[in-house]
Structure formats: structure tokens, C-alpha cells
């Protein structure tokens, strides 16, 4: 079993900043892939970014590229979302997710086994 905490989310300013990030507890070592995903009232959820846990490569949606960053600190099974330059439409509840299979698409939400219960960022004009 693998257990997701995330933190760091809150109401900023459009152009602001935030820093989100996702604890891992548990059987860490399954992990391959960590996700961020998030999800507005009445939107389907959207896969965000993600970080290979081995390599480092990374992968974002095309609406983030350029804004947002994802980034590890292994020795603390920590994952990071640096969101700049934020925009309305970034309000979400945003999730991490850990994938625990190699393989498939890097921002499916179906191939991510564990999932945190969110953090909300509001993002005002």
C-alpha cells in the first residue's frame, strides 16, 4: 500500500505562485511514475504533469508547459509542483497520484493506482 499527502495549495493572485507538494508513505518503492492531476467543478479531470521516480523525465499537459514544473526529492519520497504565472483557468482541486506499473500513457489517470485527497488552489482575477 502506498499512501499520498498533499499540501501546499491556497487562493493566489492570477500571475502568482504556489508550490504544491505530495508526500508518499508506505511501499515508496513500487512507485515508477508520480502524477499530478487536477479537476474543476464540472470539468473532467486533466492530467497535469508527471515525473519518471527513476529518471527524472518529466512530461505536462499542454496548457501548463512552460508554467508549471515537476520536480523530486527522492530522499524524502516527496514530489513537487511549482505552479507559476497561474491563471483562473488553473483553479482545480488538485491531486498526485502514483503509478505503480511502467508503461502507458504518462498523464492517464487510469494507470495511476493511488491517489492523495487533493488540495484545493484558487487561482482569482
Known amino acids: 500500500q502506498v499512501q499520498l499527502v498533499e499540501s501546499g495549495g491556497g487562493s493566489v493572485q492570477a500571475g502568482g505562485s504556489l508550490r504544491l507538494s505530495c508526500a508518499a508513505y508506505?511501499?515508496?518503492?513500487?512507485?515508477?511514475?508520480t502524477g499530478w492531476f487536477r479537476q474543476a467543478p464540472g470539468k473532467e479531470r486533466e492530467g497535469v504533469a508527471s515525473?519518471?521516480?527513476?529518471?527524472?523525465?518529466?512530461s505536462y499537459a499542454d496548457s501548463v508547459k512552460g508554467r508549471f514544473t515537476v520536480s523530486q526529492d527522492n530522499a524524502k519520497n516527496t514530489v513537487y509542483l511549482q505552479m507559476n504565472s497561474l491563471k483562473p483557468d488553473d483553479t482545480a482541486m488538485y491531486y498526485c497520484?502514483?503509478?505503480?506499473?511502467?508503461?502507458?500513457?504518462?498523464?492517464?489517470?487510469?494507470?495511476?493506482?493511488?491517489w492523495g485527497q487533493g488540495t484545493q488552489v484558487t487561482v482569482s482575477s
Open positions: 497520484a502514483a503509478k505503480i506499473k511502467y508503461g502507458g500513457r504518462p498523464l492517464e489517470s487510469s494507470d495511476f493506482t493511488y
Open positions: 508506505g511501499y515508496t518503492y513500487n512507485i515508477h511514475y
Open positions: 515525473i519518471y521516480v527513476g529518471g527524472g523525465d518529466t
